[in-house]
Each structure stands twice: as C-alpha cells, then as structure tokens.
C-alpha cells in the first residue's frame, strides 16, 4: 500500500498546481459612464479605467460606410457588472455590447434602439443588474443580451 501512496501523492500535488485561480465575485462596473471625444486618427482614450480603442470601424457600421464620420465625435461608454462595454454615440440608431477578449473588443451584441432616427442625446447610467439609457426622457433599460424594458411614455 505504501508504494501507491509514494505514486499518488505526486500525482495529487501536480493536478492541483494546474487549476486555475479565480478571484471572485468580480464587479467590473463603472459608477458613471464616460464621455469620449474622438481624435483626429479615430482612437478614444479613457484614462480612469485604462481603455483606449478605435472606433473608426464603429461609425463606418453604424453610418453605412461614412469614412470621416468620427470626426469631431464623442462616443459615450460604460462597463456594466459582467465586464461588459456599453458604446453608443448622438445619432446612432444601436448600442454596441463589446466584450473584452485577448487586446481587443470582440462584438458581443447590437441593440437597436431607434429604427427611423438616431438617438439625439444619449447617456448611459449604471443601475442594480442593467445598464440605463437615456434619451430624450426615454429610459430603457439594457443588459449584455439586449432590451430588458423600456419606459413607454416619453417625454
């Protein structure tokens, strides 16, 4: 029995040093979203939460192929509980749900917002579980997977 236990034992050990850490939970919101003013060369920067990406191909999405519609832009982002970014900006009909993966934002989901007109005025508040858009008085409420509920009386 003893020779087992000799073979077992290193065995034991070297499984349990390839597990993975996991530190949780994990609350990766921010507080309040960020206004981002986009440069000349398409890139925004925040530097509160060390993010800094193109969004060139953003506007190019969401206007049809406008090469120059990110000039003098701001875009408006805010990461929610599950590490999740929020990207939307004035005149977009969507927002963008963007995951973090491996030095870049893979698109998660598209979540239209208006079919006719962009938004006018957005902004992005955290709440309890969901992300809060505002427009106009309108508040809609959007989680990773899309629309959880929308205020019908706007204003």
Not at 74 to 95: E, L, P
Not at 131 to 154: A, F, H, M
């Amino acid at each position: 029995m003893k020779p087992v236990r000799i073979i077992l034992v290193p065995l034991f050990i070297s499984f349990a040093a390839c597990s993975s850490l996991v530190l949780k939970p994990v609350d990766f919101a921010w507080p309040v979203e960020s206004v981002l003013h986009v440069n000349d060369d398409g890139f925004v920067k925040e530097d509160r939460h060390t993010l800094h990406f193109n969004v060139k191909p953003l506007f190019l999405e969401e206007t049809e192929g406008d090469s120059t519609a990110y000039l003098n832009k701001d875009i408006r982002v805010i990461g929610d509980t599950k590490g999740y970014y929020f990207v939307t900006a004035q005149n977009f009909k969507n927002v963008y749900v963007f995951a973090g993966t491996d030095g870049e934002l893979k698109l998660y989901n598209k979540i239209e917002i208006s079919e006719k007109d962009g938004m006018s005025n957005p902004a992005f508040n955290q709440r309890i579980s969901y992300i809060e858009l505002v427009d106009n008085g309108k508040k809609t409420l959007l989680s990773n997977e899309g629309i959880e509920s929308e205020d019908k009386n706007e204003k």
